[in-house]
């Protein structure tokens, strides 16, 4: 008595299956990719956004404090030396 296995199935496809099959992982690769752009400009995007707005809260203090904190100057140092 022989027992079935599940890795019997896929040695008896026919040609249009495993052409099917890889056009279906072809594409999951390609949507894929496509997503992960995506995901990285709506990151870079976030990221953006969050500095903006982190920049006008600044700029909205009072002289003094934001001369005790060291703004803008010590930002600008700081892109300046990361290159940003």
Known sequence: ???YDHRDRYEYKEWPDLFSDGIVRMIEGFVSRI??????KAEWI???KRERDTIRALACLPENIRHDI???DLYERQHR???K
């Open 1 to 3: 008595m022989t027992t």
């Open 35 to 40: 997503a992960g752009v995506f995901r990285e």
């Open 81 to 83: 030396k990361n290159g």
């Open 70 to 72: 060291g703004w803008p």
């Open 46 to 48: 976030a990221a953006k």
